[in-house]
C-alpha cells in the first residue's frame, strides 16, 4: 500500500555546484538509514537530493554517485544564491508535488515527504525553520544520530494517554549545550481526537562533521527531475547587491598546529590565557577554545576577553572544524562536540589535571597535571629544543 | 505611560529569559550537566545584542522599540533588562500556563500573535531576534516567527541601515559555509522585515546628534527601567487571540521522548599518559611536537 508520506529528501548546499561538505555527509546518512528502512519494511522508498541553483546539472549527477536515489533540481538564475524567502517558497512546492514524486515512484496517495533533512549551519539552519513553517511540521536542530523506529508512545496530548504505536518514526538524537546530555526528539501526529493533526515530513537539521560520506560510486543510476519553480516580483524583493568572501581573523586552516583551552582556566583565567597564548606563539599556533569558553563564563580584561572568548575561536561542532598536524587541548575535558571538531587533528596532545576526563581517550599523549605547573615546564623543554630553520643555498 | 504617537519606524525585539552562563552564577551538577535549580536566570545575551540592536533604531532613526517574551511571569525580569538596554516604549510577557512545553513552532505561534498587538495595530516594520538562546540553541525560534508574520526573513545580520524615505532596509550578513569560507553579503529588502542578529553585530554613532541622542534616551532608559512595570502588558492566548490547539504541547509537532547521559564514546586513540612535572617526560614530548610539526632539530 502506498503512504501519503514517503521517502527521505535532503536539502543540498552548494556554492556554484560545489557541494558543502555537509551535504555530502547527510546523503551518506541518508542512505544508510533507507537502506536499512526499505529491508526492514520491505518498501523502496527513496533518498531524493533537493538542488536548487543555476547551472550546477553536473553536482546533480554526483548526488547520484553519493547515494541518491533521484535529484530534484531547480534551475534559475534567481536560485544561484541562497536567499531564504524565494527557496523557502520552491522547497515547500517541491516537497508537496506528487507531480514531481512521481517521477521517480508510485505517486498515488503522495502529499509529502516521509522525512526531510538540512544542514545545521548558517544557510540550511534558517532554511529549515522557514520550511517547516511554512509545511507545519516538526523540526529538530543539530542533530548527530539517527534511528528509524517503531515506538509505542503513551503522551499526555499526542495519544491522549493511551498507548499507542507509530510506526517509521525517526529518532533524532540532539547533544545538548554541555555535550553531555542527548535528549531524543521525535516528530509525532497529533491523535488525540481533541487536537487531531498529521505532522509530516519529520524534519531535522543535522551537524556538520558528524556523519561520513558513502564512497562515491559512478556506477550508480538515478533520475535528475528538472523542477520549474513557480515564483513572482514578491518572492525576489531580497535583492543582494554585494556578496564576498571573508577570511576570519582567526586562522586555523595555514596553521601547522592549534593550542585549545576548555574550562580548565578556571583557578586563574587572566593568567592561564595568557599562558596558553604563549605556549601557542612558541609553536606558532593558533588558538582555539571549547564552546563554555564563549559563553565567557569567567572574568577577565577586556583584551583577553575580545581576543580569546569569542565564537569564532569555538572547535566542535558548534564552531569550526580543524585537523593540525598537532592539537594541544589544555584544560579540555573532551565533550564529544569539541571532540567532533578535533578528532582528525594529525597528533593530540593533553594538559589536564583528571585521568579521567573522556579527553584521555581522545589524545595521543596525556600530560596529567595543572596547566598552571606544565605549561611553564612545557615551554622551558619547547625553547631549549627550538628548531633552527636550515636554508638551502 | 506608552506612547501612541506613530512613529516613522516602529521596531520590536523578541527576547528570552535564560540561564547565566557566567561565572558565580552558573551551576553544574557533578557529572557536568546543568543545574537549572541553582542556576540563575537572565536576559539571554544574543537577546541583549538585539536588545542593542533595536536601541541603534532609536538612536538613529527615533524607532518605537517594543519588547515582548514568552513564558512565566518570572520573565518580565529580562524585559526590565531589555528596556534599560533599548529603552523600550512598551513591553510584552506572554504568559498562560496553556503555552508551557511548546516547542519553536508553538512558540512561534505566540510570538506572532504578540508582534500584532503592539500598539499601532503591530505594524511593526523590523522585529528584531538574537541570534539563539543559550539553553535551547535551536535557532529556529526567530525565522519561524518571522514566516508566521509574513516578513522577510534577514539572518546573521552583523550591520543594518533603514531608509525611511523609500522604506527600504540595507543589512550586511555574515554567512560561514563550514568546510569553505565565510561570506559577507549585503542585501537591501522592503520593509518590513524579521532580522536575526549575530552575535559580531556592533552599533556605531558617528554624528553629534546621535551621540546627543544616545545619551538622552540612555538616561530615559534608566528612569523606565525602574518603573517598567508601567510600560508592561501581560497578554494570556485569548488576549492574543490565538487558538489553544496552536500553543503548548497541544500546539507541538515535536515531543522530547527521552534524555539521556551520552555514552561514553570507545577510546580513539590509546594515549601514553605523562607524569607533567618530570621534566625528561616532557623533554621527549617538546622533540615529538616538533617532530609531528615538520621542524628541522640541528643539534
Known amino acids: 500500500m502506498m503512504s501519503k508520506y514517503q521517502h527521505l529528501y535532503v536539502v543540498i548546499e552548494h556554492e556554484d555546484g560545489m557541494p558543502v561538505p555537509v551535504s555530502l555527509e547527510m546523503l551518506g546518512e541518508a542512505r ?3 537502506d536499512g528502512f526499505n529491508k526492514k519494511y520491505s518498501s523502496d522508498e527513496k533518498v531524493v537530493a533537493v538542488v536548487l541553483g543555476h547551472n550546477a546539472r553536473k553536482l546533480c549527477e554526483e548526488l547520484i554517485f553519493y547515494g541518491a536515489d533521484a535529484v530534484i533540481y531547480a534551475d534559475n538564475p534567481e536560485l544561484r544564491y541562497r536567499r ?5 517558497k520552491v522547497i515547500s512546492q517541491i516537497a508537496r508535488s506528487r507531480e514531481v514524486a512521481a517521477k521517480f515512484s508510485d505517486t498515488s496517495e503522495f502529499v ?9 549551519d548558517s544557510i540550511g539552519r534558517h532554511l529549515s525553520s522557514t520550511v517547516l513553517a511554512e509545511l507545519e511540521s516538526g523540526l529538530a536542530s543539530d542533530i548527530n544520530k ?4 517503531d515506538l509505542e508512545i503513551k503522551h499526555e496530548h499526542k495519544t491522549k494517554g493511551q498507548a ?12 545538548d549545550f554541555s555535550g553531555f546530555l542527548w535528549t531524543t526528539i521525535l516528530c509525532l501526529d497529533n491523535r488525540n481526537p481533541a487536537i487531531e493533526r498529521e505532522y509530516h515530513p519529520q524534519a531535522c537539521s543535522i551537524i556538520p562533521g558528524v556523519f561520513a560520506p558513502i564512497e562515491p560510486d559512478t556506477s550508480r543510476r538515478g533520475a535528475i527531475v528538472d523542477y520549474v519553480p513557480e515564483f513572482d516580483e514578491r518572492d525576489l524583493k531580497v535583492r543582494i547587491l554585494d556578496r564576498k568572501i571573508v577570511k576570519s581573523a582567526v586562522d586555523f586552516d595555514s596553521h601547522k598546529a592549534v593550542v585549545s583551552f576548555g574550562k580548565g582556566i578556571k583557578d586563574s583565567p587572566e593568567q592561564n590565557i595568557k599562558q596558553v597564548a604563549e605556549l601557542a606563539k612558541e609553536i606558532e599556533a593558533e588558538v582555539g577554545i571549547s564552546l563554555p569558553i564563549s559563553k565567557k563564563p569567567f572574568p577577565v580584561s577586556e583584551g583577553i576577553n575580545s581576543t580569546y572568548m569569542i565564537p569564532d575561536r569555538v572547535i566542535g561542532t558548534s564552531g569550526r572544524k580543524v585537523a593540525p598536524l598537532l592539537y594541544i587541548a589544555v584544560g579540555i575535558s573532551g565533550a564529544m562536540q569539541h571532540i567532533a571538531g578535533m578528532k582528525e587533528s594529525g597528533f593530540i596532545v593533553a594538559i589536564n589535571p583528571d585521568e579521567n576526563s573522556p579527553i584521555k581517550d581522545e589524545c595521543d599523549i596525556f600530560i596529567r597535571g595543572r596547566m598552571e605547573d606544565v605549561i611553564p615546564l612545557l615551554l622551558e623543554q619547547l625553547r631549549k629544543q627550538r628548531p633552527t630553520i636550515e636554508v638551502k643555498k | 505611560m506608552t506612547s501612541t504617537t506613530t512613529k516613522d519606524l516602529n521596531v520590536a525585539v523578541i527576547v528570552k529569559l535564560e540561564p547565566d552562563f557566567s561565572e558565580g552564577n552558573v551551576s553544574y551538577n557533578a557529572d557536568g550537566t546543568l543545574n537549572r535549580a541553582e542556576t540563575k536566570s537572565i536576559l539571554g545575551p544574543h537577546s541583549a545584542i538585539a536588545s542593542n540592536a533595536a536601541f541603534y533604531a532609536k538612536v538613529k532613526y527615533g524607532a518605537r522599540v517594543a519588547v515582548g517574551t514568552m513564558g512565566p511571569p518570572i520573565a518580565e525580569s529580562a524585559l526590565q533588562q531589555a528596556q534599560l538596554l533599548c529603552d523600550a516604549d512598551e513591553l510584552h510577557l506572554y504568559s498562560d500556563r496553556l503555552f508551557a512545553g511548546a516547542d519553536t513552532l508553538a512558540t512561534a505561534e505566540v510570538l506572532k500573535a504578540g508582534v500584532s498587538k503592539v500598539e499601532g495595530d503591530g505594524k511593526v516594520d523590523i522585529v528584531f531576534s538574537g541570534h539563539r538562546a543559550s539553553d535551547g540553541e535551536t535557532g529556529q525560534t526567530g525565522p519561524q516567527t ?3 508574520l509574513g516578513y522577510t526573513f534577514l539572518g546573521h545580520v552583523i550591520d543594518y541601515n533603514v531608509d525611511l524615505q523609500s522604506r527600504f532596509v540595507r543589512a550586511k550578513r555574515l554567512i560561514s559555509l563550514q568546510g569553505f569560507y565565510d561570506i559577507l553579503e549585503e542585501v537591501e529588502a522592503p520593509l518590513p522585515v524579521f532580522i536575526s542578529i549575530d552575535p559580531s553585530y ?3 554613532f ?6 546627543l541622542a544616545f545619551e538622552k534616551y540612555q538616561k530615559e532608559a534608566r528612569s523606565r527601567a525602574e518603573n517598567y512595570k508601567q510600560f508592561l502588558k501581560v497578554l494570556n492566548t485569548q488576549q492574543l487571540g490565538i487558538d489553544p490547539k496552536l500553543v503548548g504541547l497541544p500546539g507541538s509537532p515535536t515531543i522530547v521522548y527521552k534524555v539521556e547521559r551520552i555514552p561514553k564514546a570507545k577510546a580513539s586513540r590509546k594515549s601514553e599518559v605523562i607524569d607533567g612535572a618530570n621534566r625528561d617526560q616532557l623533554t621527549r614530548v617538546a622533540a615529538n611536537m616538533y617532530e609531528v610539526l615538520g621542524g628541522m632539530v640541528i643539534k
Open chain 2, 146 to 148: 518571522a514566516w508566521k
Open chain 1, 32 to 34: 544508510r538509514l533507507m
Open chain 2, 206 to 211: 558617528n554624528t553629534v546628534s546621535q551621540r
Open chain 1, 164 to 175: 499507542m504505536k507509530y510506526e517509521k518514526t525517526l529518532e533524532m538524537y540532539r547533544p
Open chain 2, 202 to 204: 556592533k552599533a556605531f
Open chain 1, 146 to 149: 539517527l534511528v528509524i523506529e
Open chain 1, 84 to 88: 531564504n524567502l524565494i527557496d523557502t
Open chain 1, 112 to 120: 509529502k515527504p516521509r522525512y526531510m533533512f538540512f544542514g545545521a
